[in-house]
């Protein structure tokens, strides 16, 4: 039978309109990763080539792997009064410039010390001063990106970002290491402005193997930090439903309930303490929205292995805080009924 082009053109629409919504559905429920970076400071000091490992790795697979964000833990570098090191840091970084968005969390060895002498005695303490993690990875270093939020003051300490992953909107919001109240006001704030994004929390340090840390004045530094994060910020806000960290040497998750009633995953990752700084581990947090879950897998890219060997690898070696977790999934409320959909 012949069909005039009158009669094929609406049949071609309608048609049409169900590719694009078939197409719609389809990338709603497509998997996506969020890549976890933790303590790349023993790389930043003596071997950037794992670091770089890292990121090349990333970009890589991208696509393959569907990388929405990265997230630097913190302790991106050693020293932080030696140069070289955040110069390393800045091109392991640079590979990711216009590929993948990520952010950065400044921690306790990326910060500006304060050296002074009790008797014999030196003391070091962490400052809240970030000289050179702002001359690297200040906001004029992401303000271009439209993914990029904002910050708090003029420096990039405390910061947050944004990206969609199956087909919901989120926001990663970085903060200081042992964040003060005046911090906390502001990100509490900033959560407040963004209810409809499912938020992710990164700070340095969070966790330690097995629970929440209760320090007031971690380094001297007077803060907050665990269980203060958690009950003046995390647990009133809905919309966060996850928090990762770095800081500690070893690995570790548990599952809160929020005062809404929701999950908020707490996530540790800190690989610096295995052979050769970490051994380029890193973890990868992929999102199955079909499933409602989220599987948290740990690869190295320096070694291109994933975690299910890892215990064999290093038998032998002190790791009691690497023991217990190897690949594990969350289950995720995927911003339950009051969060909307990506517009
Ligand atoms: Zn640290």
Known sequence: ?????????PALSSFAVVLVTVGCAAQEKEPFTVVLLPD???????????????????????????????????????????????QRADRAQKVLDGIVPYSMAPGNHDVDK???????????????????YDKYFGPQRFKKYPWYGGHKGASNANNYCFFEGGGMKFMVLSLEF????????????????????????????????????????????????????????IRKHENIFMIVCGHVSGVFHQTAVN?????????????????????????LVKFVPAEGKIKVIAYSPKLDKYDDVWLDMYEGKKLDGYKGE??????WDMGGRKLKKAG
């Open 114 to 132: 304060q050296f002074s002498t009790k008797g014999l005695k030196k003391v070091t303490k962490v400052t809240r001063g970030t000289s050179l």
């Open 326 to 331: 190897k690949t594990y999934t969350l289950e």
């Open 1 to 9: 039978m012949r069909i005039s082009p009158c009669r094929l053109l």
């Open 259 to 283: 005062d809404a009633g929701r999950r908020v995953h707490e996530i540790l990752a800190d690989y610096q303490r295995l052979p050769n700084g970490g051994d380029g581990w890193l973890q």
């Open 178 to 233: 042992a964040p003060s109240d005046e911090t906390l006001a502001w990100a509490n704030d900033v959560v407040d402005k963004h209810r409809d994004r499912q938020v992710i929390v990164a700070t340095h340090f969070h966790l330690r193997v097995g629970s929440r840390p209760k320090d007031v004045d971690p380094y001297g530094l007077k803060g907050n930090v665990g269980e203060a994060v958690w009950n003046k910020l």
């Open 40 to 86: 790349t400071q023993n790389y930043s000091d003596k071997c950037p080539e794992t670091y770089m490992a890292q990121t090349e790795w990333i970009k890589a697979k991208a696509k393959e792997e569907n990388i929405k964000f990265v997230i630097h833990l913190g302790d991106i570098v050693q020293h932080a009064e030696n140069e070289d090191e955040w």
